[in-house]
T-cell receptor
Framework: DTEVTQTPKHLVMGMTNKKSLKCEQH?????MYWYKQKAKKPPELMFV???????INESVPSRFSPECPNSSLLNLHLHALQPEDSALYLC????????????????FGAGTRLSVL | QQQVKQSPQSLIVQKGGISIINCAYE??????FPWYQQFPGKGPALLIA?????SEKKEGRFTISFNKSAKQFSLHIMDSQPGDSATYFC?????????????FGTGTRLTIIP
């Protein structure tokens, strides 16, 4: 099973709302990622969690707040977003670690389509 | 130095033909080179990946060719089918710990015509 599950699939929110995106994997992967993807563009890395600790923050605005409650779950809390934040938000996971040919393979979820009004 | 350049931006191939997408990189620390396939409304799915210690890897109709000295790699899709119509992204990462940033190419929109 190489499934990364994201909920919700679609989200519409106003600029004053607070919402959360959820990501779950049960592959025992130790690294989890949030990406943002605009139409006809490649995914852009936002955050990386490694062994439940934030290891990379790509200078993302503070209105996006990641959280890793345990090794299987990754949340992205959204607050006071702007219309330009409308995009497909993708979660991914990889085995991680220093050993093994498959350590780098990132498995992506289907994404949450976010619209900010 | 972090960029991965991908070409062409779009590609139209007849059914049964060979589709070829090229990528080039500058960062010599890159150690892992995957290709992803993405259908509209879906997340990217890993197609095939290679490390610099081999020059070619084949999985079914998909082949990666890797030229370490030229810092280039390419995806060949043999006997292209309409179901292969999708956007393809090459990517690269340093790779020592399995939790590094993946740098994506700009994508190629592939259309296979009957």
């Amino acid at each position: 099973d190489t499934e990364v599950t994201q909920t919700p699939k679609h989200l519409v929110m106003g600029m004053t709302n607070k919402k959360s995106l959820k990501c779950e994997q049960h592959m025992g992967h130790r690294a989890m990622y949030w990406y943002k993807q605009k139409a006809k563009k490649p995914p852009e890395l936002m955050f990386v969690y490694s062994y439940e600790k934030l290891s990379i923050n790509e200078s993302v605005p503070s209105r996006f707040s990641p959280e890793c409650p345990n090794s299987s779950l990754l949340n992205l809390h959204l607050h006071a977003l702007q219309p330009e934040d409308s995009a497909l938000y993708l979660c991914a996971s990889s085995p991680g670690g220093a050993v093994g040919a498959a350590k780098n393979i990132q498995y992506f979820g289907a994404g949450t389509r976010l619209s900010v009004l | 130095q972090q960029q991965v350049k991908q070409s062409p931006q779009s590609l139209i191939v007849q059914k049964g033909g060979i589709s070829i997408i090229n990528c080039a990189y500058e960062n010599t620390a890159f150690d892992y080179f995957p290709w992803y396939q993405q259908f509209p409304g879906k997340g990217p799915a890993l197609l095939i990946a290679i490390r610099p210690d081999v020059s070619e890897k084949k999985e079914g109709r998909f082949t990666i060719s890797f030229n370490k000295s030229a810092k280039q790699f390419s995806l060949h899709i043999m006997d292209s089918q309409p179901g292969d119509s999708a956007t393809y992204f090459c990517a690269a990462s340093p790779g020592p710990f399995g939790n590094e940033k993946l740098t994506f190419g700009t994508g190629t929109r592939l259309t296979i015509i009957p």
